[in-house]
T-cell receptor, first 119, second 114 residues
């Protein structure tokens, strides 16, 4: 099956710093990548949809200036949490959708997640 | 009303038993439906898609009722390794915005006991 990686898997940072999380599709090209966040005992919540070469589409209530998304290539999307605060501590998961026409199109493949702790 | 609702459980079930979960969704325009499995502190993994005609994969059977807007998952002959959180997932298509990520339920926690 398709593989999506995320880096780092875990990060602990001080309040006020910025953290960049990378999401890579390793063996397929992804025109669309999605960023989710999951708080303890809560469901995954879609934060934004990232399309290669264009601006990300953010869900209601998600600050685009705080969560910067860059989808520079068909295999890489990055999420930068700017000026992180303790309330941003969460499990951030990306997913990638293969390009149209493939047999796996419309299935989303999830990365292993990044656990962010802001002190 | 929440978009995707599930009974959070936990469901404590003896090994070998049959267990069923239901899930309801609010967006009648939803196009695709899935069951994902999530182990503790891990990413969700696709268990199976759910089709209108129902589908079966080994011990797992999924069914969709569009009229009532609910989805079910049946697990037969449950194994210890089935212990996990089962997420009901709906692909809600948004018009115009281009955002069509998945909408997740909170999940149903299943514990298979020896």
């Amino acid at each position: 099956g398709a593989v999506v990686s995320q880096h780092p898997s875990r990060v602990i940072c001080k309040s006020g710093t910025s953290v960049k999380i990378e999401c890579r599709s390793l063996d397929f090209q992804a025109t669309t990548m999605f960023w989710y966040r999951q708080f303890p005992k809560q469901s995954l919540m879609l934060m934004a949809t990232s399309n290669e070469g264009s601006k990300a589409t953010y869900e209601q209530g998600v600050e685009k200036d705080k969560f910067l998304i860059n989808h520079a290539s068909l295999t890489l999307s990055t999420l930068t949490v700017t000026s992180a605060h303790p309330e941003d501590s969460s499990f951030y998961i990306c997913s990638a959708r293969a390009i149209p026409g493939g047999s796996s199109y419309n299935e989303q493949f999830f990365g292993p997640g990044t656990r962010l702790t802001v002190l | 009303r929440k978009e995707v609702e599930q009974d959070p459980g936990p469901f404590n079930v003896p090994e070998g038993a049959t267990v069923a979960f239901n899930c309801t969704y609010s967006n009648s325009a939803s196009q695709s439906f899935f069951w994902y499995r999530q182990d503790c502190r891990k990413e969700p993994k696709l268990l199976m898609s759910v089709y209108s005609s129902g589908n079966e994969d080994g011990r797992f059977t999924a069914q969709l009722n569009r009229a009532s807007q609910y989805i079910s998952l049946l697990i037969r002959d449950s194994k210890l390794s089935d212990s996990a959180t089962y997420l009901c997932v709906v692909n809600a298509m948004y018009s115009g915005g281009g955002a069509d990520g998945l909408t997740f339920g909170k999940g149903t926690h299943l514990i298979i006991q020896p």
